[in-house]
T-cell receptor, first 114, second 112 residues
Protein backbone atom coordinates (compact mmCIF):
# COMPACT_ATOMS: atom_id res chain seq x y z
CA UNK A 1 0.00 0.00 0.00
CA UNK A 2 1.41 3.37 -0.98
CA UNK A 3 2.30 5.83 1.74
CA UNK A 4 1.77 9.57 1.60
CA UNK A 5 2.99 10.82 -1.75
CA UNK A 6 4.04 14.37 -2.49
CA UNK A 7 4.97 16.15 -5.67
CA UNK A 8 7.16 17.67 -6.82
CA UNK A 9 10.03 16.49 -4.67
CA UNK A 10 12.23 19.46 -5.48
CA UNK A 11 11.55 22.77 -7.13
CA UNK A 12 13.20 26.12 -7.61
CA UNK A 13 11.26 29.34 -7.96
CA UNK A 14 12.07 33.03 -7.98
CA UNK A 15 10.68 35.71 -5.73
CA UNK A 16 7.16 36.77 -6.58
CA UNK A 17 6.25 33.53 -8.31
CA UNK A 18 3.52 31.13 -7.30
CA UNK A 19 3.87 27.46 -6.37
CA UNK A 20 1.45 24.56 -6.02
CA UNK A 21 2.41 21.49 -4.00
CA UNK A 22 0.41 18.29 -4.11
CA UNK A 23 -0.24 15.51 -1.66
CA UNK A 24 -2.01 12.17 -1.80
CA UNK A 25 -2.79 10.63 1.59
CA UNK A 26 -2.63 7.01 2.55
CA UNK A 27 -5.67 5.14 1.30
CA UNK A 28 -8.40 5.41 3.93
CA UNK A 29 -6.94 8.52 5.55
CA UNK A 30 -9.31 11.44 5.42
CA UNK A 31 -7.21 14.08 7.15
CA UNK A 32 -4.32 15.95 5.54
CA UNK A 33 -2.04 18.39 7.31
CA UNK A 34 0.63 20.65 5.87
CA UNK A 35 3.82 21.67 7.65
CA UNK A 36 6.75 23.90 6.79
CA UNK A 37 10.16 22.86 8.04
CA UNK A 38 13.05 25.27 7.77
CA UNK A 39 16.49 23.72 8.03
CA UNK A 40 17.45 23.11 11.65
CA UNK A 41 13.98 23.67 13.03
CA UNK A 42 10.96 21.59 13.84
CA UNK A 43 7.94 21.52 11.54
CA UNK A 44 5.55 24.46 11.70
CA UNK A 45 1.85 23.78 11.23
CA UNK A 46 0.25 25.46 8.22
CA UNK A 47 -3.16 23.82 7.61
CA UNK A 48 -5.24 20.80 8.42
CA UNK A 49 -8.11 19.52 6.29
CA UNK A 50 -10.65 16.84 6.99
CA UNK A 51 -13.44 15.80 4.66
CA UNK A 52 -12.62 18.75 2.41
CA UNK A 53 -13.07 21.28 5.19
CA UNK A 54 -10.35 23.40 6.74
CA UNK A 55 -10.11 22.37 10.38
CA UNK A 56 -7.03 24.26 11.48
CA UNK A 57 -4.75 27.04 10.35
CA UNK A 58 -1.34 28.03 11.65
CA UNK A 59 0.27 31.45 11.83
CA UNK A 60 1.01 31.88 8.16
CA UNK A 61 0.12 34.83 5.91
CA UNK A 62 -2.77 34.77 3.48
CA UNK A 63 -0.30 34.06 0.69
CA UNK A 64 -0.62 30.46 1.85
CA UNK A 65 -3.79 28.61 0.94
CA UNK A 66 -4.82 25.01 0.58
CA UNK A 67 -7.70 22.80 -0.33
CA UNK A 68 -8.71 19.16 -0.15
CA UNK A 69 -10.42 17.31 -2.96
CA UNK A 70 -13.19 14.67 -2.83
CA UNK A 71 -10.56 11.92 -3.12
CA UNK A 72 -8.85 13.41 -0.02
CA UNK A 73 -5.79 14.58 -1.91
CA UNK A 74 -4.70 18.10 -1.21
CA UNK A 75 -2.91 21.09 -2.67
CA UNK A 76 -0.91 23.78 -0.93
CA UNK A 77 -0.58 27.05 -2.81
CA UNK A 78 1.85 29.81 -2.00
CA UNK A 79 1.61 33.15 -3.82
CA UNK A 80 4.13 35.97 -4.12
CA UNK A 81 7.02 33.80 -2.98
CA UNK A 82 9.60 35.27 -0.64
CA UNK A 83 13.13 34.07 0.02
CA UNK A 84 11.98 33.04 3.49
CA UNK A 85 9.53 30.57 2.01
CA UNK A 86 12.45 28.31 1.12
CA UNK A 87 11.84 25.19 3.17
CA UNK A 88 10.80 21.57 3.17
CA UNK A 89 7.02 21.36 2.90
CA UNK A 90 5.65 18.26 4.52
CA UNK A 91 2.26 16.71 4.05
CA UNK A 92 0.95 14.29 6.64
CA UNK A 93 -2.16 12.19 6.67
CA UNK A 94 -4.10 10.57 9.46
CA UNK A 95 -7.17 8.43 9.74
CA UNK A 96 -9.14 10.70 12.01
CA UNK A 97 -9.79 14.38 12.16
CA UNK A 98 -8.63 14.82 15.72
CA UNK A 99 -7.88 12.82 18.78
CA UNK A 100 -4.77 10.71 18.54
CA UNK A 101 -3.48 12.76 15.66
CA UNK A 102 -0.95 10.11 14.72
CA UNK A 103 0.57 11.49 11.55
CA UNK A 104 2.27 9.73 8.69
CA UNK A 105 4.44 12.07 6.68
CA UNK A 106 5.27 12.13 3.02
CA UNK A 107 8.83 12.60 1.80
CA UNK A 108 8.27 16.31 1.39
CA UNK A 109 8.66 18.93 -1.30
CA UNK A 110 11.82 20.96 -1.02
CA UNK A 111 11.22 24.49 -2.25
CA UNK A 112 14.06 26.87 -2.99
CA UNK A 113 13.19 30.50 -3.68
CA UNK A 114 15.91 32.53 -5.39
CA UNK B 1 9.56 30.72 26.84
CA UNK B 2 9.26 28.36 23.92
CA UNK B 3 6.25 26.09 23.99
CA UNK B 4 8.22 22.88 23.49
CA UNK B 5 11.90 22.82 24.34
CA UNK B 6 14.54 20.27 23.55
CA UNK B 7 18.29 20.32 23.94
CA UNK B 8 19.60 20.63 20.40
CA UNK B 9 22.61 18.45 21.11
CA UNK B 10 24.40 16.80 19.56
CA UNK B 11 24.02 14.01 22.06
CA UNK B 12 26.73 11.48 21.52
CA UNK B 13 26.57 7.97 23.00
CA UNK B 14 28.56 4.79 22.35
CA UNK B 15 26.93 1.85 20.65
CA UNK B 16 25.03 -0.30 23.14
CA UNK B 17 24.51 2.51 25.65
CA UNK B 18 21.23 4.08 26.71
CA UNK B 19 20.38 7.37 25.01
CA UNK B 20 18.16 9.72 27.00
CA UNK B 21 16.32 12.50 25.19
CA UNK B 22 14.33 15.10 27.07
CA UNK B 23 11.54 17.49 26.20
CA UNK B 24 9.75 20.09 28.31
CA UNK B 25 6.53 21.87 27.45
CA UNK B 26 4.90 25.03 28.71
CA UNK B 27 1.16 24.30 28.41
CA UNK B 28 0.23 22.47 31.59
CA UNK B 29 -3.02 21.28 30.02
CA UNK B 30 -1.31 19.44 27.15
CA UNK B 31 -2.74 16.00 26.64
CA UNK B 32 -0.85 14.14 23.93
CA UNK B 33 2.85 13.74 23.38
CA UNK B 34 4.73 12.31 20.44
CA UNK B 35 8.27 11.38 19.56
CA UNK B 36 9.29 11.44 15.91
CA UNK B 37 12.62 10.47 14.39
CA UNK B 38 13.98 12.35 11.40
CA UNK B 39 16.97 11.22 9.42
CA UNK B 40 18.90 13.90 7.57
CA UNK B 41 17.04 14.92 4.43
CA UNK B 42 14.06 12.72 5.23
CA UNK B 43 10.63 13.32 6.70
CA UNK B 44 9.71 12.63 10.33
CA UNK B 45 8.49 9.17 11.28
CA UNK B 46 6.54 8.35 14.41
CA UNK B 47 8.33 6.38 17.11
CA UNK B 48 5.91 6.57 20.00
CA UNK B 49 3.07 8.53 21.51
CA UNK B 50 2.03 8.73 25.15
CA UNK B 51 -0.98 10.21 26.88
CA UNK B 52 -0.78 9.05 30.50
CA UNK B 53 1.75 9.67 33.23
CA UNK B 54 4.33 6.98 33.57
CA UNK B 55 6.28 4.82 31.18
CA UNK B 56 5.35 3.30 27.86
CA UNK B 57 7.65 0.74 26.32
CA UNK B 58 7.96 -0.41 22.71
CA UNK B 59 10.93 -2.58 21.93
CA UNK B 60 14.12 -0.66 22.66
CA UNK B 61 12.20 2.59 23.14
CA UNK B 62 10.60 3.85 26.34
CA UNK B 63 8.64 7.08 26.60
CA UNK B 64 8.27 8.63 30.04
CA UNK B 65 5.70 11.31 30.84
CA UNK B 66 5.53 13.46 33.96
CA UNK B 67 2.71 15.96 33.62
CA UNK B 68 3.33 17.53 37.03
CA UNK B 69 6.86 18.45 35.97
CA UNK B 70 5.82 19.03 32.37
CA UNK B 71 8.40 16.88 30.71
CA UNK B 72 8.44 13.89 28.46
CA UNK B 73 11.50 11.82 27.70
CA UNK B 74 12.54 9.10 25.31
CA UNK B 75 14.99 6.39 26.30
CA UNK B 76 16.67 4.28 23.65
CA UNK B 77 18.25 1.12 25.03
CA UNK B 78 21.09 -0.71 23.29
CA UNK B 79 21.64 2.26 20.99
CA UNK B 80 22.69 1.41 17.45
CA UNK B 81 24.45 3.56 14.84
CA UNK B 82 21.21 3.39 12.84
CA UNK B 83 19.54 5.34 15.66
CA UNK B 84 21.64 8.36 14.73
CA UNK B 85 19.08 10.98 13.73
CA UNK B 86 17.25 14.02 15.00
CA UNK B 87 14.49 13.25 17.50
CA UNK B 88 11.54 15.60 17.51
CA UNK B 89 9.17 16.02 20.41
CA UNK B 90 5.63 17.16 19.55
CA UNK B 91 2.79 18.13 21.84
CA UNK B 92 -0.92 18.74 21.40
CA UNK B 93 -1.76 21.67 23.68
CA UNK B 94 -4.94 22.07 25.69
CA UNK B 95 -8.08 23.38 24.10
CA UNK B 96 -9.67 22.86 20.75
CA UNK B 97 -6.45 23.35 18.87
CA UNK B 98 -5.58 21.02 16.08
CA UNK B 99 -1.96 21.80 15.60
CA UNK B 100 0.96 19.88 16.94
CA UNK B 101 3.58 22.07 18.60
CA UNK B 102 7.06 20.83 17.77
CA UNK B 103 10.38 21.19 19.46
CA UNK B 104 13.50 21.96 17.45
CA UNK B 105 14.76 18.43 17.88
CA UNK B 106 17.76 16.78 19.49
CA UNK B 107 20.49 15.42 17.29
CA UNK B 108 21.67 11.98 18.42
CA UNK B 109 24.92 10.39 17.29
CA UNK B 110 25.57 6.76 18.20
CA UNK B 111 29.24 5.94 17.79
CA UNK B 112 30.32 2.42 16.83
Amino acid sequence: DAGVTQSPTHLIKTRGQHVTLRCSPISGHKSVSWYQQVLGQGPQFIFQYYEKEERGRGNFPDRFSARQFPNYSSELNVNALLLGDSALYLCASSVEDWGANVLTFGAGSRLTVL
Amino acid sequence: QKEVEQNSGPLSVPEGAIASLNCTYSDRGSQSFFWYRQYSGKSPELIMFIYSNGDKEDGRFTAQLNKASQYVSLLIRDSQPSDSATYLCAVIPAGNNRKLIWGLGTSLAVNP
